[in-house]
């Protein structure tokens, strides 16, 4: 037993010395790569996840519906918007922005206008303002008023003109601000619901009155060099 002590006492040196010469793990966007050459160890680089770039943005994703001559449409509508309640880093009760929007919907087959398309095409741009009715620490809901300039197309027609949209939306949210080395973060994260209805000049053929529901989603101010 005595004997083999000078063994193991080599082998724990091979690994000792095996191990510092391991591949060693820097950040590359805090760390300058290091010269090689000279049996110097191996360096291996990871990316950090996640963006380098993102704008304060609230995002609706969800169902549409309106009336029509053919009956009634339903679909799907999406909205993506640079707004104030997404960037403020501490909580607000005001909320601003401009965005564009847009939805695709289809009627039910008519069987007396085989001829025409059920299919109805619109979007266009937005400025809204909200107000939050009330809020917590991590939650609050909104009251917000919309107006639009909206294009559509539907039953062989296009049109152009202009519409508004009030909605009711409750989210959970956090907000703040950080800011290191790696990059910097401003505003909110929140995820909710939402409801709303109003009123378009669309082409014709298509009722004025459109409501929807659906979820949505905020972003903050992201910038990663």
Do not use: C
């Not at 110097?40 to 309106?66: C, E, N, W």
């Not at 398309?117 to 303002?129: K, L, Q």
């Amino acid at each position: 037993m005595i004997k083999l002590a000078p063994a193991i006492a080599l082998a724990l040196a091979s690994l000792t010395a095996v191990a510092e010469a391991g591949p060693e793990v820097r950040d590359h966007r805090t760390e300058p790569a290091p010269a090689t050459g000279g049996g110097q160890a191996s360096v291996h680089y990871r990316k950090r996840p996640g963006p380098r770039f993102m704008l304060p943005l609230k995002i609706d994703i969800g169902a549409a519906g309106t009336n029509t001559v053919h009956g009634y449409a339903r679909g799907m509508q999406a909205a993506v918007g640079v707004h104030w309640a997404s960037l403020s880093p501490s909580p607000t009760r005001l909320d601003v922005g401009l965005g564009v929007f847009g939805a695709l919907m289809a009627t039910p087959i008519d069987q007396n206008a085989m001829d025409v398309g059920t299919g109805i095409a619109y979007g266009g741009a937005y400025v809204e303002a909200g107000y939050a009715l009330a809020s917590g620490t991590w939650w609050r809901t909104w009251a917000t008023a919309r107006g639009e300039y909206v294009g559509s197309a539907a039953f062989d027609n296009t049109h152009a003109g202009f519409g508004g949209t009030g909605r009711l939306s409750a989210e959970l949210f956090t907000s703040g601000v950080g800011v290191e080395p790696r990059g910097l973060f401003v505003g909110s994260y929140a995820l909710g619901i939402y409801v709303e209805a109003g009123g378009r000049d669309m082409a014709e053929g298509m009722n004025v009155f459109h409501a929807g529901a659906g979820i949505t989603i905020r972003t903050p101010l992201v910038f990663s060099p």
